[in-house]
Nanobody, 121 residues
Framework: QVQLVESGGGLVQAGGSLRLSCAAS????????MGWFRQAPGKEREFVAA?????ARAGSVKGRFTISRDNGKNTVYLQMNSLKPEDTAVYYC?????????????????WGRGTQVTVSS
C-alpha cells in the first residue's frame, strides 16, 4: 500500500504562491504516475496536474501551476502561482501504476488525505 502525505497548504492572498509537496512511502515511486486533484465544497473532484516518467500534463490551471517530482526524495510537488480565490479547495495527491487516463480520479489507486488551500481576495 502506497502511503501519500501532502503538505504545504495554507492561507494566501490572491496573486500569491504556494508549493505543495506529497511524500510517498513506496520505494518504487519513480514507476508511478502521480497526480494532483482538488475539491471545493459542493463540487466534484477536479484534475489539476499529473506527471509520469515521460512528461507532465495540466488541466485548467496550465500556465499558473507546475507539477514536478524528485524521485530521489519520493516526492511530487505542485508549484502554484498567481493564485485566485477560485483555487480554494482541498488538494489531494494521488498515485497510479499506469500512464493512461491521467486526468480521471477514478483510475488512481492511492490517495493522500489532502491539504487545504485557501486564497483570499
Amino acid at each position: 500500500q502506497v502511503q501519500l502525505v501532502e503538505s504545504g497548504g495554507g492561507l494566501v492572498q490572491a496573486g500569491g504562491s504556494l508549493r505543495l509537496s506529497c511524500a510517498a512511502s513506496e520505494r518504487t515511486f519513480s514507476t508511478y504516475a502521480m497526480g494532483w486533484f482538488r475539491q471545493a465544497p459542493g463540487k466534484e473532484r477536479e484534475f489539476v496536474a499529473a506527471i509520469t516518467r515521460s512528461g507532465a500534463r495540466a488541466g485548467s490551471v496550465k500556465g499558473r501551476f507546475t507539477i514536478s517530482r524528485d524521485n530521489g526524495k519520493n516526492t511530487v510537488y505542485l508549484q502554484m502561482n498567481s493564485l485566485k480565490p477560485e483555487d480554494t479547495a482541498v488538494y489531494y495527491c494521488a498515485a497510479k501504476g499506469g500512464t493512461y487516463s491521467l486526468s480521471s480520479a477514478g483510475d488512481y489507486d492511492h490517495w493522500g488525505r489532502g491539504t487545504q488551500v485557501t486564497v483570499s481576495s
